[in-house]
């Protein structure tokens, strides 16, 4: 009979998807690349937005997409057709990217140096939200037609973001929905959360989106010069 | 449902550990889940049972603690407790809270043979 004994472990559970992150973030360092992990719930508008601003900043600068959905390659179909390098990552019946996911990724995409890496997470407000993966920052994007509670409901994916993406304002005229109130509620969990409103379709509120990508940029390329 | 891969997570931990401590076998899983984590207990439980199948952890106890949370409040400038992330500070009533406990997502030790 084998004897029983105890073994201190003391180890985080996402240890593995951490250090993946860590390679990624590394990697991303030295090559001057701008990550941006995009969440939200299906239907926020989130591929639509990010055609467009492909489309709309084409030349400017070098970007890639890494395309998460359980299912399809439909999303990076619509972000090649602006010219954009695009990979898509069926997460089967996964819920969620995960670092290695995009370690994987970024070997088989051309990601250039100085360059904008969209990774556009599936849609979901929960399961994303727990997952490092080397991203500069998450974006989190909320469409005027869903809930204005959905902060309170989803609190961990508000509180991981540093930038909130309110979508689809042109069409408040015709909704209930109240900006303020949503974003009250997003700061409660995340007292220093950046917002910028937007309609992707529309096109107000994209300068905002586009500075805000310019500077980021010009924050990773700063820092790879060192 | 991440638990899955939270709890595949574990059971990776579990392999390494066993390669390295010499243990062929799992009785229980001591874990800590705070209560502010992405995290449902059940649905670990449920996860675990599912990935430890035909694992050296296959039939162990999940035994979780549940820390609760705990936040800075940067208006009163000390440690206060929260029970929700959403929730305001409970002297000030503000929201300039930086929460300092209640993510925890560990292994803490494991009851091996």
């Given at each position: 009979m084998s004897q029983t004994r105890l073994v201190a472990i003391e180890q985080d559970i996402l240890a593995k998807n951490d250090s993946f992150a860590a390679v990624n973030r590394q990697l991303f360092?030295?090559?001057g690349v701008f990550v941006l992990n995009l969440m939200s719930s299906p239907g926020s508008g989130k591929t639509t937005l990010?055609?467009?601003?492909?489309?709309?900043?084409k030349g400017r600068f070098p970007v890639a997409v890494i395309e998460g959905d359980q299912q399809t390659s439909f999303d990076a179909d619509r972000i090649r057709a602006t010219g954009t390098p695009a990979i898509q990552v069926n997460t089967g019946k996964g819920c969620h990217l995960d670092a290695q996911m995009v370690t994987q990724a970024v070997g088989r995409l051309p990601v250039a140096d100085e360059s904008v890496l969209f990774?556009?997470?599936?849609?979901n407000l929960v399961c994303p939200a727990g997952f490092d993966l080397g991203e500069a920052h998450k974006v989190v994007v909320l469409s005027v037609t869903e809930g204005e509670d959905k902060p309170l409901k989803y609190p961990a994916m508000f509180a991981?973001?540093?930038l909130l993406i309110v979508n689809k304002v042109d069409l408040l005229p015709?909704?209930?929905f109240d900006v303020a109130r949503m974003i009250d509620y997003a700061r409660r969990l995340k007292p220093s959360l950046e917002v910028i409103e937007l309609s992707a379709t529309g096109g107000q509120g994209l300068d905002r989106w586009?500075?805000?990508?310019e500077a980021g940029l010009a924050k990773a390329k700063g820092a790879r010069k060192g | 449902m991440h638990e899955l891969a939270l709890s595949q997570g574990i059971i990776d931990v579990i392999r390494e550990q066993a390669a390295v401590q010499?243990?062929?076998?799992?009785?229980t899983v001591r874990l800590v889940i705070g209560t502010l984590s992405h995290v449902e207990p059940e649905a670990i439980e449920f996860g675990f049972d599912a990935v430890s199948r035909g694992t050296i952890a296959e039939g162990a106890t999940l035994a979780i603690e549940r820390p609760p949370g705990e936040a800075f409040c940067l208006s009163c400038e000390k440690p206060v407790p929260l029970a929700e992330r959403f929730d305001p500070c409970p002297d000030c009533g503000g929201h300039q809270?930086?929460?300092?406990?209640?993510?925890?997502l560990r292994v803490k030790e494991l009851e091996v043979e």
């Amino acid at each position: 009979m084998s004897q029983t004994r105890l073994v201190a472990i003391e180890q985080d559970i996402l240890a593995k998807n951490d250090s993946f992150a860590a390679v990624n973030r590394q990697l991303f360092a030295a090559k001057g690349v701008f990550v941006l992990n995009l969440m939200s719930s299906p239907g926020s508008g989130k591929t639509t937005l990010l055609t467009r601003t492909l489309t709309d900043l084409k030349g400017r600068f070098p970007v890639a997409v890494i395309e998460g959905d359980q299912q399809t390659s439909f999303d990076a179909d619509r972000i090649r057709a602006t010219g954009t390098p695009a990979i898509q990552v069926n997460t089967g019946k996964g819920c969620h990217l995960d670092a290695q996911m995009v370690t994987q990724a970024v070997g088989r995409l051309p990601v250039a140096d100085e360059s904008v890496l969209f990774i556009e997470n599936v849609g979901n407000l929960v399961c994303p939200a727990g997952f490092d993966l080397g991203e500069a920052h998450k974006v989190v994007v909320l469409s005027v037609t869903e809930g204005e509670d959905k902060p309170l409901k989803y609190p961990a994916m508000f509180a991981s973001a540093d930038l909130l993406i309110v979508n689809k304002v042109d069409l408040l005229p015709h909704l209930t929905f109240d900006v303020a109130r949503m974003i009250d509620y997003a700061r409660r969990l995340k007292p220093s959360l950046e917002v910028i409103e937007l309609s992707a379709t529309g096109g107000q509120g994209l300068d905002r989106w586009y500075a805000w990508i310019e500077a980021g940029l010009a924050k990773a390329k700063g820092a790879r010069k060192g | 449902m991440h638990e899955l891969a939270l709890s595949q997570g574990i059971i990776d931990v579990i392999r390494e550990q066993a390669a390295v401590q010499g243990f062929t076998r799992v009785k229980t899983v001591r874990l800590v889940i705070g209560t502010l984590s992405h995290v449902e207990p059940e649905a670990i439980e449920f996860g675990f049972d599912a990935v430890s199948r035909g694992t050296i952890a296959e039939g162990a106890t999940l035994a979780i603690e549940r820390p609760p949370g705990e936040a800075f409040c940067l208006s009163c400038e000390k440690p206060v407790p929260l029970a929700e992330r959403f929730d305001p500070c409970p002297d000030c009533g503000g929201h300039q809270l930086v929460v300092t406990g209640g993510e925890e997502l560990r292994v803490k030790e494991l009851e091996v043979e």
